[in-house]
């Protein structure tokens, strides 16, 4: 089984990957993952970027992340059943994902959509305050940087929805319930 948490930064993609992954025994692939630790490990101009994009609270850009993924995906936990959070964001993203999929003989089964309002992203986002690092006192949930990111999730929602729709696999959930409820909506669609 390989599934994709979609939503908006907030909206539980991460808490309720965890939640599946415990029940299901399946590893999560996170985005966030490979950005840290390219930005920790990789001394090239993938690392550069990586750190980059972490020190001013910002998204990676497409090409580097289909560097990123190219690898991961290649990696022996990710040729079996996982769970990815994080990714795609846009759909040249989902049809990239699609493409090295294809190239390994499988597909994406399941796209659970947590749909959150952008004012209840927000307001999580806030209360949450991560900041840009361990051991920063700079917040990568600032109230600036967090606009910043929702803008550009917006702009490639409709997209992605179109399209993991027009494949099937879409389930859209609305994330605006409590954590168990969430939980409950996505397990009645996987067992």
Request: proline share 3%; net charge negative; charged share 30%.
């Amino acid at each position: 089984m390989h599934i994709v948490f979609y939503g908006p930064e907030g909206s539980g993609k991460g808490t309720q990957a965890k939640l599946l992954s415990e029940k299901l025994k399946l590893p999560i692939l996170t985005s966030g993952d490979l950005v840290r630790d390219a930005a920790t490990n990789d001394k090239g101009i993938i690392g550069e970027v990586c750190r980059q994009a972490l020190s001013e609270g910002k998204y990676v850009a497409d090409s580097e992340m289909f560097v990123l993924w190219k690898w991961r995906l290649k990696e022996d936990d990710a040729k079996d059943n996982w769970m990815m959070d994080g990714f795609p964001r846009n759909v040249e993203q989902a049809k990239f994902l699609d493409d090295k999929l294809e190239k390994y003989g499988y597909n994406v089964d399941k796209v659970f959509y947590l749909n959150l309002s952008e004012a209840e992203s927000y307001r999580r986002l806030i209360a949450r305050g991560r900041p840009l690092h361990q051991g920063s006192d700079e917040l990568h949930d600032s109230p600036e940087r967090i606009k910043q990111r929702l803008e550009i999730y917006k702009q490639g929602e409709q997209a992605v929805l179109e399209y993991y729709r027009g494949k099937g696999v879409l389930i859209e959930i609305n994330a605006d319930q409590s954590i168990e409820a969430v939980n409950r909506d996505i397990m009645s669609h996987v067992t």
